[in-house]
């Protein structure tokens, strides 16, 4: 099992910053890809960025440029460094992780932070 607590959402301005924080607990080592996704009402859940043991990094078209997803395997945690944030940005930020185990993957999924962009 793999639990996942995320931080650092907020109330931000357009233009302005913001960093993520996820922390993975349990049997981390097996876990391949780490990353976030985000959602709002109404639509599909949309891929921010993820990155692998690589590490290989993998982002959103919408957030390419922007957003910056790093990971600290010591601390098993994973950030999004938010920058240039647009009303557009505003959603609820998912971590995700992907387990591998006995060659067969398993999505985990946080309880989502809100981040919200005024204009």
Do not use: H
Request: include cysteine; glycine fraction near 12%.
């Amino acid at each position: 099992q793999v639990q996942l607590v995320e931080s650092g959402g907020g109330l931000v301005q357009a233009g302005g910053s913001l960093r993520l924080s996820c922390a993975a607990s349990g049997t981390t080592s097996s876990i391949d890809i780490i990353g976030w996704y985000r959602q709002t009402p109404g639509k599909q859940r949309e891929l921010v960025g993820i990155i692998n043991r690589g590490p290989t990094t993998t982002y959103g078209n919408a957030v390419k440029g922007r957003f910056t997803i790093s990971r600290d395997n010591i601390k098993d945690t994973v950030y999004l460094q938010m920058n240039s944030l647009k009303p557009e940005d505003t959603a609820v930020y998912l971590c995700y992780a992907r387990v591998v185990r006995a060659g067969i993957f398993e999505p985990y999924w946080g309880q989502g932070t809100q981040v919200t962009v005024s204009s």
